[in-house]
C-alpha cells in the first residue's frame, strides 16, 4: 500500500514562499505521475500542478509563473515551490500519485495559509 505524506506547510504572508515536500513510502514506481491539489474551505479539490514520469508538467493557470513542481524518483518525493503567494492560495494542499488514470493515491494534506 502506498502512503503520502507531506509537509512544509505553514502560515506565509502575502508575497512570500514555501516549498511543499511528499515522501511516498511503499511501492511507488517512477512511470506514475505525481502532482499538488489544493481545497479551500466550501470548495472542490483542484489540480494546481502535476509532473509525469519523464519531467512533463501541468499547471492551474492562477499558479502558472509562480509555483513550479518538480520531483525526485530515487527518493519517491514530489516538490512543490511556491513563490508571490497569495491570500487566494490559502487551501490545504494534498500530494497526489496517479497510478493509472483510474486509480489515484492521496496524502493526508498539509495546510497553507497566506495572510497578512
Known amino acids: 500500500q502506498v502512503q503520502l505524506v507531506e509537509s512544509g506547510g505553514d502560515l506565509v504572508q502575502p508575497g512570500g514562499s514555501l516549498r511543499l515536500s511528499c515522501a511516498a513510502s511503499g511501492r511507488v514506481f517512477s512511470d506514475y505521475a505525481m502532482g499538488w491539489y489544493r481545497q479551500a474551505p466550501g470548495k472542490q479539490r483542484d489540480m494546481v500542478a502535476t509532473?509525469?514520469?519523464?519531467?512533463?508538467?501541468n499547471y492551474a493557470d492562477s499558479v502558472k509563473g509562480r509555483f513550479t513542481i518538480s520531483r525526485d524518483n530515487a527518493k519517491s518525493t514530489v516538490y512543490l515551490q511556491m513563490n508571490s503567494l497569495k491570500p487566494e492560495d490559502t487551501a490545504v494542499y494534498y500530494c497526489?500519485?496517479?497510478?493509472?488514470?483510474?486509480?489515484?493515491?492521496w496524502g493526508q494534506g498539509t495546510q497553507v495559509t497566506v495572510s497578512s
Open positions: 497526489n500519485v496517479r497510478r493509472n488514470q483510474w486509480y489515484d493515491y
Open positions: 509532473i509525469t514520469s519523464v519531467g512533463s508538467t
